[in-house]
């Protein structure tokens, strides 16, 4: 059988430009295809009566897709959507540690923490 596609997620920080971003990714064994989000987990407090429930919400930040010949690298772009932009208007200032995941169609899925400023 041919070999399953592998993406590899480049560097550890991300710079917000406008209303998007660029992650840097490298492509293993055979050509890669599929989607990327910047993603940010949340704990959000709500009063009902008396008590404060807490949940656990995940953000989709940024989003994009991609496509990468085997061996090859490339700077994919995602763009920011409205959370993302508001959440991230002031990060130049106010870092924000957030997750990328790499979904690779046929493969497996890569995750990495990073820093967007």
Request: aromatic fraction near 0%; glycine fraction near 8%.
């Amino acid at each position: 059988p041919p070999p399953a596609p592998e993406v590899l997620i480049t560097g550890s920080k991300l710079s917000v430009s406008g209303k998007a971003t660029k992650v840097r990714l490298t492509c293993t064994k055979a050509t890669c295809m599929g989607s990327v989000d910047l993603t940010l987990r949340v704990v959000v407090k709500r009063r009902r009566g008396k008590k404060t429930v807490s949940r656990r919400e995940t953000l989709v930040l940024a989003n994009g897709s991609y496509s990468i010949v085997a061996g090859a690298s490339a700077n994919v772009t995602l763009r920011l959507t409205a959370i993302g932009q508001k959440r991230l208007a002031h990060a130049k200032h106010h870092p924000v540690s957030a997750e990328v995941t790499v979904k690779v169609e046929g493969g497996s899925t890569a995750n990495t923490s990073v820093r967007v400023s």
